[in-house]
């Protein structure tokens, strides 16, 4: 009877743990991996781990662990093994070889849970754009991989191998999604600049930290909640609900994990765009994570890197409610406040939390307005539906020569809406 193949779902954690590396920042990352590998539905059923002072150049692992990591592969009749790291195309063949398991690093499983989440066809073509070049060197012959295809008009000489062939649709491929991107890009920008003169804000934050729940809850909108790592790829605009004067824009932005492969913060440009271009930035941390502060820390040095960094932001300490007791909550919300004064600690769970959070961001927004009175002229009352449309109304009185609104309004808007009313004729 043929034995049983692998069970493709069924998945091994490898990991060197560097002699020189920290304990808990290696630790952490296994334990993101373990998420990122269930975020794809698969079952992680056994972690082997060796300490060394460098990877090993063949097998990442050293000989005797990968005939450990062959018996648990075995034992469990895994289908997979999943390496905490990124390891070479050699390395990764070797170590097929040695378990007769699929193996994928971790750059391999960030980007097939970005395939399979992105929807949005910019994303979609910008996902596929990486994956392409992460392939790439990773092409090998295989079976008649080697042969040469027929040369003919135009063609090289005795034909191409199989693999140069592939190299060829990989480009192509490649030069195709880029022209697309920079025409969906152009619409992009297109729809942000009629935005530009708007109050814009953007989330940003390590994946999963809660993003998506507090733009609901701000929003009313029905962006995909979801207990998986990078579950939004796409960009989502919503306006603050109930409406604040002057009027909020809201935008999800996509997540950031340590160590994510540079051509996809690269790719994600226009999500990032969102963050740069915004007038002030919700910047949300996983308060009962325990890397919680490593997670900050990528998320500054990515918005350092999109020149982001100098956006006004509003620390956001969420999910106080899984820290703890009571107890535990105040203390936690002390110790995060103590550091950050002007930080909100909340639960995106608690309507009290949600109202805080849309007071503090209309507060940002009406720092600059003033008070004053317009005097518009009858001959003017075309004004009016601007003055309302731009404008907090206060009060409106009538006189013989026409309407005086006392309004609330930015300088601009303000110095605007005069010179229209003392345009008379």
């Known amino acids: 009877m043929e034995d049983e193949k692998p069970n493709r779902n069924r998945a091994i954690l490898a990991a060197v743990h560097l002699q020189d590396a920290d304990d808990s920042d290696f630790q952490d990352a296994l334990t993101e991996l373990g998420r990122l590998a269930r975020t794809l539905g698969l079952t992680v059923l056994d972690t082997v781990i060796q300490k060394r002072p460098s990877f090993h150049s063949a097998t990442y692992l050293g000989t005797g662990k990968v005939e450990e990591l062959k018996a648990v592969v075995d034992e469990h009749e895994a289908g997979l093994v999943l390496v905490n790291n990124e390891i070479s195309p050699s390395q990764a063949r070797n170590l097929e070889k040695e378990t007769g398991a699929r193996v994928m690093d971790r750059t391999a499983v960030i980007l097939e849970i970005f395939h ?5 066809k910019i994303a979609r073509a910008q996902v596929e754009i990486v994956r392409l070049k992460y392939m ?14 027929q040369g003919g008009i135009g063609g090289k000489g005795a034909g191409e191998s199989k693999m140069e ?36 804000v953007a989330f940003v934050g390590y994946t999963n930290a809660g993003k998506s729940t507090l733009m609901r809850a701000l929003t009313g909108s029905d962006v995909l909640v979801a207990d998986k790592l990078f579950a939004t790829l796409d960009t989502t605009v919503r306006a603050l609900v109930p409406e604040s004067f002057p009027r909020v824009l809201i935008s999800d932005t996509v997540g950031f994990i340590d160590n994510l492969p540079h051509g996809l913060v690269a790719s ?8 740069h271009e915004s007038s002030l ?20 040095d990515v918005l350092a890197d999109i020149g982001a960094d100098v956006v ?28 950050w004064p002007d930080a909100i600690v909340m639960s995106a769970t608690n309507p009290g939390d949600v109202v805080r959070l849309h007071s503090a961001i209309s507060a940002f927004f009406k720092r600059d307005l003033v008070e004053e009175e317009l005097h518009v002229p009858y001959s003017r009352q075309n004004l009016r539906a601007v003055i309302f449309a731009e404008c ?11 309407v005086v609104f ?7 808007t303000l110095e605007r809406l005069r010179t229209g009313a003392e345009h008379v004729g």
């Open 116 to 120: 399979r989440h992105a929807r949005s």
């Open 136 to 149: 790439a060197p990773r092409l090998r012959e295989q079976g008649d991989s080697g042969d040469r295809q």
């Open 165 to 200: 062939l592939d190299h060829r649709k990989i480009r192509d491929r490649i030069a195709e999604l880029t022209e697309e991107i920079e025409h969906l890009e152009r619409d992009s920008q297109t729809q942000r600049a009629r935005r530009q003169q708007l109050n814009r």
């Open 268 to 275: 994600f440009k226009s999500t990032l765009d969102e963050a």
């Open 281 to 300: 930035l919700l910047h949300v941390v996983d308060a009962s994570d325990r890397s919680w502060r490593r997670q900050y820390g990528v998320t500054r």
């Open 312 to 339: 006004p932001r509003i620390m956001i300490f969420n999910k106080l409610d899984a820290v703890g007791d009571a107890e535990a909550q105040a203390q936690a919300a002390a110790s995060f406040c103590a550091e």
């Open 392 to 402: 907090e109304v206060l009060e409106e009185k009538y006189d013989e020569a026409g």
């Open 406 to 412: 006392r309004v609330r309004a930015h300088p601009s």
